[in-house]
Antibody
Framework: QVQLVQSGAEVKKPGASVKVSCKASGYTFTSYDINWVRQATGQGLEWMGWMNPNSGNTGYAQKFQGRVTMTRNTSINTTYMELSSLRSEDTAVYYC????????????????????WGQGTLVTVSS | SYELTQPPSVSVSPGQTASITCSGDKLGDKYACWYQQKPGQSPMLVIYQDSKRPSGIPERFSGSNSGNTATLTISGTQAMDEADYYCQAWDSSTVVFGGGSKLTVL
């Protein structure tokens, strides 16, 4: 079965960086994009961006451009999300998720949705 | 940027039908999906491609999407269905989530 196992909780000071890992198993790692989504306490889901583990291509939400970097290591089926210049508002649970991409007859993406999620990683930013 | 709007809260009596809406400009032209999230847990996909149920999701969960509104319907709602529900769509190479709806079963 599909499993995404994330690294453990982190406590960071403002201005620091955090790197969260997400190890995939139960499917062909390079066949599905991985997305990162965060959720502050009591708040909704906030999409951060995507990574294609096959090509290494990435796309980031405008809000996080310049602060987030998504990478992968295909030899160990693991993706990483690094967020820099942390501030208190970045305190949240960070999730990785495997994504299904639907394409139409012309080859364009017609749908794109997470179908399996990691357990989440709590990142606390505090001085 | 594209936005999806959900009611913050929905209430339903046990055994009755709950409907949660998700509104967005021409949402019916896109695929909508729905996630259930219980406290302390990761989101779980309950509806994809507007109306399909993943394996293991009870038949009481159904979905529709037309015009500007997608709807998640839970028939014969059970206490275990009490949770937050989020809609999601794909627009301009961006994943968009609705703000979430808290379903209370009382």
């Amino acid at each position: 079965q599909v499993q995404l196992v994330q690294s453990g909780a982190e406590v960071k000071k403002p201005g620091a960086s955090v790197k969260v890992s997400c190890k995939a198993s139960g499917y062909t790692f390079t066949s599905y994009d991985i997305n990162w989504v965060r959720q502050a306490t009591g708040q909704g889901l906030e999409w951060m961006g995507w990574m294609n583990p096959n090509s290494g291509n990435t796309g980031y939400a405008q809000k996080f451009q310049g602060r987030v970097t998504m990478t992968r290591n295909t030899s160990i089926n693991t993706t990483y999300m690094e967020l820099s210049s942390l501030r208190s508002e970045d305190t949240a649970v960070y999730y990785c998720a495997r994504v299904v991409r639907l394409t139409n007859n012309a080859g364009y993406t017609s749908g794109y949705y997470p179908d399996s999620w990691g357990q989440g990683t709590l990142v606390t930013v505090s001085s | 940027s594209y936005e999806l709007t959900q009611p913050p809260s929905v209430s339903v009596s046990p055994g009755q039908t709950a409907s949660i809406t998700c509104s967005g400009d021409k949402l019916g032209d896109k695929y909508a999906c729905w996630y259930q999230q219980k406290p302390g847990q990761s989101p779980m996909l309950v509806i994809y491609q507007d109306s399909k149920r993943p394996s293991g999701i009870p038949e009481r969960f159904s979905g529709s999407n037309s015009g500007n509104t997608a709807t998640l319907t839970i028939s014969g709602t059970q206490a275990m269905d009490e949770a937050d529900y989020y809609c999601q769509a794909w627009d301009s190479s961006t994943v968009v989530f609705g703000g979430g709806s808290k379903l209370t079963v009382l």
